[in-house]
């Protein structure tokens, strides 16, 4: 059954996903968007994937510095979501924010439920996206409830009572 771009995207919004901010540094320049696909691709070695508009700016950054940074982000964290997924705030998605770095120099988000440091092994082309496997170089973890993203919103988890 042929389905159309309209149609698929509809299908992909009943996958539910965390949300991440993607981040790339590239000498002094860094950047990052906010990203929902990604996925562990292999636990020995650590190798995790990403996919990426080929339009976006993260995109471009990231083929040629070989490295990025995933910052899987908490439930309180919708506004930081928001303002790497918006071009009104292109320039300015750092501003307030505490970073650190670990190993490949690509900005490590504080407050988050955990970060990946990776460089890029691999590079795939797939339609107007592109995917990205990266080996995970450092990695730190928290506890903690995660942001979700579900047909079209933000959702967190119920409270146990409710389930
Ligand atoms: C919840 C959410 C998830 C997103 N997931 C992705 C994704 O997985 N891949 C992607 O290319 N864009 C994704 N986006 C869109 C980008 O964050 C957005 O296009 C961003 O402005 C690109 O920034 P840049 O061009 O400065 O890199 C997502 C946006 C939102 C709000």
């Known amino acids: 059954m042929p389905i159309g771009p309209d149609e698929f995207k509809r299908c992909m919004t009943r996958w539910a996903s965390g949300v991440s901010i993607v981040t790339t540094r590239l000498g002094e320049r860094i950047h990052g968007m906010t990203v929902s696909d990604f996925s562990g691709a292999s636990l020995d070695p650590p190798l995790v994937t990403i996919c990426c508009n080929r339009e976006s700016r993260t995109a471009e950054l990231i083929a040629e510095a070989g490295c990025f940074a995933v910052n899987v982000l908490a439930a309180d964290q919708a506004e930081l979501s928001d ?8 320039q300015s998605r750092f501003q307030g924010l505490e970073t650190e770095v670990f190993e490949t120099g690509s ?5 988050g439920l955990a970060n990946f440091d990776c460089s890029v092994v691999a590079r795939h082309q797939a339609g107007d996206h592109v995917i990205y496997l990266g080996s995970v170089e450092a990695a730190r973890v928290r506890d903690g409830e995660p942001l979700l993203y579900f047909s079209g919103g933000y959702r967190v988890l119920a409270a146990e009572d409710d389930a």
């Open 83 to 90: 303002r790497f997924a918006s071009s009104k705030t292109e």
């Open 107 to 111: 900005p490590i988000i504080r407050g």
